[in-house]
């Protein structure tokens, strides 16, 4: 059974880095089939895909978020990291890891509980 779980502060100050980790366990993230997206929900709106990961450690980012975002990968730790820079109060939401079931687009099979984060002064 894979599991993920996503970590990191809840409260973010303006202009600050956002920083998670995806700890992934019952799988490896170095898996070709699959990939690790992060993706993240505001407040009464959608599901919003910021990016992910490929088993052969490329990163592909959301056009809209690309300046703004980082992710890479511990695999002596099987994790994932999200970086999001600058953020404003807008980058409030709740924020999740997924395993995509096959090649980008695929959908998801596996999800973290999901983790609130806030941007506030």
């Known amino acids: 059974q894979v599991q993920l779980q996503e970590s990191g502060p809840g409260l973010v100050k303006p202009s600050q880095t956002l920083s998670l980790t995806c700890t992934v366990s019952?799988?490896?993230?170095?898996?070709?089939?699959?990939?690790w997206s992060w993706i993240r929900q505001p407040p009464g709106k959608g599901l919003e895909w910021m990016g992910a990961i490929l088993g052969s450690a490329t990163p592909i980012y959301s056009p809209s978020l690309k300046s703004r975002t980082s992710i890479s990968r511990d695999t002596s730790k099987n994790q994932f990291t999200l970086q999001l820079s600058s953020v404003t109060p807008e980058d409030t939401a709740v924020y999740y890891c997924?395993?995509?079931?096959?090649?980008?687009?695929?959908?998801?099979?596996?999800w973290g509980q999901g983790t609130q984060v806030t941007v506030s002064s």
């Open positions: 997924a395993r995509g079931d096959g090649g980008v687009g695929a959908p998801y099979d596996y």
């Open positions: 019952g799988g490896s993230i170095t898996t070709n089939y699959y990939y």
